[in-house]
């Protein structure tokens, strides 16, 4: 089976684990700084926090920023539910913003209508890997005294503008699950330039534990404080060996995912029947997703079965996540982004991962391509 994402685990990934099980640390010990700094050198950022997985990390960076209750965060239509359901569990708002069609990002013309006196933080996920159009958030966010914490489960090792991802926004998040860029197993990651943040990310993977900077005077080496209401949120040291290893291959991954979208690309350029989701011109994308759109959704189901005939696994990113049956109960309506629910209808992510052969792709493209011909005949011959 050609599943349409999986992670690469080499033999120096293995020897880099069992060293870590071999030694003294299970958990707190010293590689999870070490990857942690080692990923803030590559993101750009002054500062990195790993985390148990991205969603913690998600609601991390919320806690960090001070979201609570009676306050709103602006997320997209089209993302995965943990974007939204970190901002729940801190029992604040979400409040959806629909996408571009072309692109799946979040459309920054529609973002500023959506901000009012509750609005706290704007949250743009980089769909696919593609970077958003992060100078019109960073300019409404500026201009409107909001905090940009910035989704990029799917980008670690995109650049905007030239720019890592990680080195602009506010906080940064990243997600180490095996479909990602790099893997820990389950892991997570904040990045961020700003000391405060920085502190109270530290705090809250620990309980809200802190070991040095105190509200009452200290009463020995022993001493800590708890002074928020934080989780068990920590990365052990085994996985953070592993996070190490997989970084270290970052740019050979990226390099073949990019290899793998060209083809793709290539191959579907005169297609008539679809479009590909692709990143804006000037920016690298990380190329978690090769997402295509199809211009008569009615196809997608068959497309689906054909390509599973084929052994070939494909998935839809995303349902707009207001449309769960959960948010549905919460009272969010059916509408309220048209254009994401259009895409949701439409779309349909293939196989890409690093070690994809070109022979599987080749099979990928030509069930795609007869499934879509296929139709174009039946239609001639009526
Ligand atoms: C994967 C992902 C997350 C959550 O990350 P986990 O590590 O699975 O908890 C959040 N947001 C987006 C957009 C993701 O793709």
Do not use: N
């Given at each position: 089976m050609i599943s349409y994402g999986r992670q690469t685990i080499e033999q120096d990934d293995i020897d880099a684990v069992v060293r870590a099980l071999k030694s003294d640390w299970l958990t707190q010990g010293p590689l999870i700084e070490e990857f942690e700094k080692a990923l803030a050198t590559f993101v750009g950022a002054k500062y990195a926090v790993v985390f148990s997985n991205g969603t913690t990390a998600l609601q991390a960076a919320y806690f960090a920023a001070g979201l609570g209750k009676n306050d709103e965060i602006i997320v997209p239509?089209?993302?995965?539910?943990a974007t939204s359901n970190a901002a729940l569990w801190l029992n604040a708002k979400p409040v959806f913003v629909d996408v571009d069609p072309k692109s799946g990002n979040i459309d920054p013309t529609n973002l500023e209508k959506s901000i009012n006196s509750k609005t706290k933080i704007l949250a743009p996920v980089d769909y696919a890997g593609h970077p958003v159009d992060h100078s019109s958030v960073l300019e409404i966010a500026k201009k409107r005294g909001l905090i940009v914490i910035e989704d990029a489960c799917h980008a670690l090792g995109a650049q905007w503008k030239g720019k890592p991802?990680?080195?602009?926004?506010?906080m940064t998040v990243f997600s180490f699950h095996?479909?990602?860029?790099?893997?820990?197993?389950e892991g997570g990651a904040v990045v961020t330039n700003n000391s405060e943040y920085y502190d109270r990310l530290t705090r809250f993977r620990h309980h809200g534990i802190e070991r040095k900077k105190f509200k009452r005077t200290s009463a020995g080496p022993w001493y800590h404080e708890m002074q928020d209401l934080g989780l068990n949120a920590r990365l052990t040291d085994f996985q953070s060996a592993l996070g190490l290893s997989q970084l270290s291959k970052l740019p050979v991954f990226l390099k073949k995912r990019k290899a793998i979208a060209d083809r793709y690309l290539e191959a579907f350029a005169?297609?008539?029947?679809l479009h590909c989701v692709v990143p804006n011109p000037g920016d690298q994308s990380a190329w978690h997703l090769f997402a295509i759109v199809l211009n008569?959704?009615?196809?997608r189901s068959k497309l689906i079965d054909e390509l599973k005939n084929n052994g070939i696994g494909s998935q839809v990113?995303?349902?707009?996540?207001?449309?769960?049956p959960y948010y549905e109960d919460l009272g969010y309506p059916k509408g309220l982004c048209p254009k994401a629910e259009m895409f949701s209808e439409s779309v349909l992510s293939l196989p890409i991962y690093p070690t994809l052969s070109e022979a599987d792709q080749k099979k990928v493209i030509s069930t795609v391509k007869s499934v879509l011909n296929t139709k174009h005949e039946s239609r001639l011959h009526r």
């Open positions: 239509a089209i993302t995965f539910a991802v990680g080195s602009f926004s506010d095996p479909l990602k860029s790099i893997t820990t197993g005169k297609e008539s029947g008569d959704s009615t196809m990113h995303y349902i707009p996540v207001y449309r769960h």
